[in-house]
């Protein structure tokens, strides 16, 4: 059993004010596996008071400072793979396929983001001005549980190379992936007060840091509707909000793909993470004159797909976090199911054959097609390996019903002609189009349209998301 009863702050760890004991578990098989005790208001207020007062001197510190402690940070949690490895796989249940990425992005999001920031601009000439960019000060950053190291250390590498000082609220649902980051950052050497992790409820910490007057910058991935929270909480004293929340990406088939390379993408997009991704390609839009072939196809291929046991490496999707996040998923298959779509593959209840992990919080990878675009299955985030197929006549149909939605993260578009390929994906409204290809560049900004989130992470926008241009005019300028 894991034990987990100190948060960081100030450069120590420490025993949280909190008294709330949350059990962790293993989702592949529903047991308990530790215990986490759990932050308060109080903690959150003390984290930022410690990072409150490393800000001045550490957002003086030169670009090589700085650089220098992305690259011993980055050292110091790849020095502890093989432990975040174990915990990503029995904490989450994410398939040891998956979840080499897992433990290997957040290394790279401190490599890569010392590079970004030996050649940011820092000071610009804007006609007769300089304009240097600021730290914002204070950074609450917030992160879910579908990929927690990766949140904490690519929303935190970005907020370091700004030049702020940071307080972050992993979910409580992650915390023994948290200890091991927050271990190794500790070894790294931060200066007290740079890094402090408050591990808590979000109606509590994250609530707290989002409205603290001494929080400059919000970074938060997650619900549409917690973001919302947390734009209402920041308004009052206007902090700076960077939000990647919900999608409900397209991935649009077109009439001249190779069906044998686009099928297996789409259902990758569809079920990545276990299905677990706000960019899932959940709405698989098919042209009417091969929809029979997209069907056969797809419904083949989600057959096919492995569930079970994590540490198989033959095993693609994982199982719920949860069995909240279980329930949910149900849910949605049986409206789906009430509101008329033809299940093709998969459905209510566990797979079959899961032998010692049968009490695990498995969804059987499930395959809907008559869907039509106002069904529920094709309008609410699932978060679960469930994948619609939606008819359309023409190209003007696909676009219209793939940005017929409140969200816009990401989209995907399979086509034999790229040059038609990219005609089309210039019209959807997304933060990301990726066609034939399901391929992620840190350089480029992450973030979504409508209500997929306001802003942008990764690269040279998400680094000047956690600064603030200030003019210098006049004489000596």
């Not at 001005?129 to 990766?150: F, R």
């Not at 939606?390 to 989209?411: K, M, R, S």
């Given at each position: 059993?894991?034990?987990?009863?100190?948060?960081?702050?100030?450069?120590?760890?420490?025993?949280?004010?909190?008294?709330?004991?949350?059990?962790?578990?293993?989702?592949?098989?529903?047991?308990?596996?530790?215990?986490?005790?759990?932050?308060?208001?109080?903690?959150?207020?003390?984290?930022?008071?410690?990072?409150?007062?490393?800000?001045?001197?550490?957002?003086?510190?030169?670009?090589?400072?700085?650089?220098?402690?992305?690259?011993?940070?980055?050292?110091?949690?790849?020095?502890?793979?093989?432990?975040?490895?174990?915990?990503?796989?029995?904490?989450?249940?994410?398939?040891?396929?998956?979840?080499?990425?897992?433990?290997?992005?957040?290394?790279?999001?401190?490599?890569?983001?010392?590079?970004?920031?030996?050649?940011?601009?820092?000071?610009?000439?804007?006609?007769?001005?300089?304009?240097?960019?600021?730290?914002?000060?204070?950074?609450?950053?917030?992160?879910?549980?579908?990929?927690?190291?990766?949140?904490?250390?690519?929303?935190?590498?970005?907020?370091?190379?700004?030049?702020?000082?940071?307080?972050?609220?992993?979910?409580?649902?992650?915390?023994?992936?948290?200890?091991?980051?927050?271990?190794?950052?500790?070894?790294?050497?931060?200066?007290?007060?740079?890094?402090?992790?408050?591990?808590?409820?979000?109606?509590?910490?994250?609530?707290?840091?989002?409205?603290?007057?001494?929080?400059?910058?919000?970074?938060?991935?997650?619900?549409?509707?917690?973001?919302?929270?947390?734009?209402?909480?920041?308004?009052?004293?206007?902090?700076?909000?960077?939000?990647?929340?919900?999608?409900?990406?397209?991935?649009?088939?077109?009439?001249?793909?190779?069906?044998?390379?686009?099928?297996?993408?789409?259902?990758?997009?569809?079920?990545?993470?276990?299905?677990?991704?706000?960019?899932?390609?959940?709405?698989?839009?098919?042209?009417?004159?091969?929809?029979?072939?997209?069907e056969a196809l797809t419904k083949a291929a989600v057959e096919a797909?492995?569930?079970?046991?994590?540490?198989?490496?033959?095993?693609?999707?994982?199982?719920?976090?949860?069995?909240?996040?279980?329930?949910?998923?149900?849910?949605?298959?049986?409206?789906?199911?009430?509101?008329?779509?033809?299940?093709?593959?998969?459905?209510?209840?566990?797979?079959?054959?899961?032998?010692?992990?049968?009490?695990?919080?498995?969804?059987?990878?499930?395959?809907?097609?008559?869907?039509?675009?106002?069904?529920?299955?094709?309008?609410?985030?699932?978060?679960?390996?469930?994948?619609?197929?939606?008819?359309?006549?023409?190209?003007?149909?696909?676009?219209?019903?793939?940005?017929?939605?409140?969200?816009?993260?990401?989209?995907?578009?399979?086509?034999?002609?790229?040059?038609?390929?990219?005609?089309?994906?210039?019209?959807?409204?997304?933060?990301?189009?990726?066609?034939?290809?399901?391929?992620?560049?840190?350089?480029?900004?992450?973030?979504?349209?409508?209500?997929?989130?306001?802003?942008?992470?990764?690269?040279?926008?998400?680094?000047?998301?956690?600064?603030?241009?200030?003019?210098?005019?006049?004489?000596?300028?």
């Open positions: 059993m894991h034990q987990i009863d100190s948060i960081y702050i100030d450069g120590h760890f420490v025993t949280p004010h909190g008294t709330e004991l949350f059990d962790l578990h293993n989702p592949a098989t529903g047991a308990v596996t530790g215990r986490v005790r759990l932050a308060d208001e109080e903690d959150a207020h003390a984290a930022i008071a410690a990072a409150k007062r490393a800000f001045p001197a550490f957002s003086r510190t030169a670009k090589a400072e700085r650089i220098a402690l992305l690259h011993r940070m980055g050292d110091a949690v790849a020095a502890r793979r093989d432990e975040l490895l174990d915990a990503v796989i029995e904490e989450y249940g994410a398939p040891a396929s998956r979840a080499g990425f897992m433990v290997d992005h957040p290394v790279n999001a401190f490599r890569e983001t010392a590079a970004l920031l030996a050649d940011h601009p820092f000071v610009r000439r804007m006609g007769t001005a300089e304009v240097s960019m600021e730290p914002l000060g204070v950074a609450g950053l917030i992160t879910p549980w579908n990929s927690n190291a990766g949140f904490i250390c690519g929303k935190l590498a970005t907020a370091i190379a700004a030049g702020c000082t940071a307080v972050i609220k992993p979910s409580e649902m992650s915390a023994r992936q948290t200890q091991i980051v927050t271990e190794a950052l500790h070894a790294a050497g931060l200066p007290p007060g740079l890094v402090n992790i408050v591990t808590g409820r979000g109606d509590r910490v994250g609530a707290a840091i989002s409205s603290h007057a001494d929080v400059a910058k919000i970074s938060f991935t997650g619900s549409t509707a917690t973001g919302k929270a947390i734009l209402r909480a920041a308004a009052d004293t206007l902090k700076r909000v960077t939000l990647e929340l919900g999608g409900k990406s397209p991935t649009i088939i077109l009439d001249d793909a190779d069906l044998s390379r686009a099928i297996p993408l789409a259902v990758s997009a569809a079920f990545m993470n276990s299905g677990q991704a706000c960019i899932a390609g959940t709405r698989l839009l098919a042209p009417r004159s091969r929809l029979a072939e997209i797909v492995r569930t079970g046991d994590p540490r198989d490496p033959a095993t693609t999707v994982g199982p719920m976090v949860s069995r909240t996040q279980w329930d949910r998923v149900q849910r949605y298959i049986r409206i789906g199911v009430g509101e008329g779509a033809i299940l093709l593959a998969g459905g209510e209840g566990r797979p079959e054959g899961q032998g010692e992990f049968s009490g695990g919080w498995f969804v059987r990878p499930t395959l809907f097609t008559g869907v039509r675009n106002d069904m529920t299955i094709a309008r609410e985030e699932i978060f679960g390996p469930v994948l619609s197929i939606i008819p359309y006549g023409d190209e003007e149909e696909a676009v219209a019903i793939a940005n017929d939605t409140i969200y816009g993260l990401q989209a995907y578009v399979l086509a034999g002609d790229t040059a038609r390929a990219r005609r089309v994906a210039d019209r959807i409204v997304a933060g990301r189009v990726l066609i034939n290809s399901l391929a992620h560049d840190p350089k480029a900004p992450f973030g979504g349209f409508k209500q997929s989130g306001i802003g942008r992470e990764y690269g040279s926008f998400g680094l000047d998301a956690f600064l603030e241009p200030k003019s210098l005019m006049g004489e000596g300028v």
